[in-house]
């Protein structure tokens, strides 16, 4: 696929096709993810690739935003270490966008789950929820779950209708720049 049509074409895809993601993609997909750039070079990320149906199911209930889960063939667990890098949220992310990106670019869907942040139940946060289910120490952060598969759902692609013209400035901020 096209370089910018991929950007164009990533959607956030929520319901999977019944069919496993091949292993060589699956592959591609990580690679991509190490190919993220990251601050100061540490690359503090960690990655869990989650094939097991069982456990996949059990992320879905890490709260109700990571539901869309359920028919996923797969799932990345999307971690940094925070004693490697105190910007592992940000080194995370971008490897989170790439894994994306990747995923659209090999005809596969994707959405991002959240964790950072959120709450699994009054008591428990998401991250501890996970952190239990997959064996994780303390030191690495959880930031979100990619699931992954081939899509269900049909969504169009990206258009330039969504650039925001007011929201990019010329020089100073509120001179607009002319976007034809
Ligand atoms: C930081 C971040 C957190 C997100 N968290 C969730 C989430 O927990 N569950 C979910 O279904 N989608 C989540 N999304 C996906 C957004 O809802 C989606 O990107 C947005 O609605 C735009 O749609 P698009 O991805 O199809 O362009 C998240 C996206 C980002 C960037």
Redesign the pocket.
């Known amino acids: 696929m096209e370089f910018f049509e991929v950007f164009k074409r990533?959607?956030?895809i929520?319901r999977f096709q019944d069919k496993k993601v091949p292993e060589e993609y699956v592959k591609k997909i990580l690679e991509a993810a190490f190919y993220s750039p990251s601050s100061r070079n540490r690359r503090p990320w960690h990655f869990i690739v989650v094939d097991d149906g069982d456990l996949i199911k059990k992320l879905a209930q890490t709260r109700p935003?990571?539901r869309?889960l359920e028919t996923a063939p797969l799932a990345i667990v999307v971690c940094g270490d925070e004693n490697i890098s105190s910007a592992w949220v940000f080194d995370a992310?971008i490897a989170a966008e790439h894994i994306q990106l990747a995923a659209t670019a090999l005809g596969l869907g994707a959405?991002?789950?959240?964790v950072l942040d959120r709450m699994h139940s009054e008591e428990k946060s998401a991250e501890e929820y996970i952190r239990e289910l997959l064996g994780i120490p303390r030191h690495i952060r959880i930031l979100?779950v990619i699931g992954i598969g081939y899509p269900a759902e049909e969504?169009p692609s990206?258009s330039e209708k969504e650039i925001m013209p007011d929201r990019v400035h010329y020089n100073r901020f509120g001179n607009l720049w002319k976007i034809e």
């Not at 959405?111 to 959240?114: D, S, T």
Request: charged residues 25%.
């Open positions: 990533r959607r956030s929520r935003a990571l869309f992310s959405c991002w789950g959240h979100c969504k990206h």
